[in-house]
């Protein structure tokens, strides 16, 4: 079972990776236009939505088992985020507004979360 820190650090790193988000999709929109802005966020919630996913599954209690099946559990839960992120990128990339190079720059900026959460703990 998760440690109340284990959880607490959790949500705020997601916390923190959607204001990161929002910030950088809220300044880009004001300086560059609400296109560019949309598209940001866009790209920002590509990285959010599975790693939540990802972070919502482990958060549960993994029931025992040997280290194996957790191990197994593990791998089985990042490959089902890295292909939600491959059919998420593929969906947003096909709606006409959204500009590609935005999109990767809102993908980028979730990412840096996951470095001050090492710093937290």
Request: charged fraction near 10%; aromatic fraction near 10%; charge should be positive.
């Amino acid at each position: 079972m998760k440690s109340a820190q284990d959880v607490a650090t959790l949500v705020w790193l997601l916390r923190t990776q959607i204001l990161m988000i929002c910030g950088v999709a809220l300044a880009t929109g004001l300086l560059a236009g609400a296109d560019q802005g949309v598209s940001v966020l866009a790209g920002g919630l590509v990285a959010f939505l599975p790693n939540a996913y990802f972070a919502i599954r482990f958060v549960r209690p993994l029931a025992g088992g040997t280290p194996r099946q957790i191990l197994n559990r593990f791998y089985a839960g990042e490959a089902i985020k890295l292909a939600l992120t491959a059919v998420l990128f593929f969906c947003v990339l096909q709606v006409p507004a959204v500009k590609p190079l935005p999109l990767m720059a809102g993908f980028m900026a979730a990412l840096p979360a996951f470095w001050f959460a090492l710093l937290k703990r």
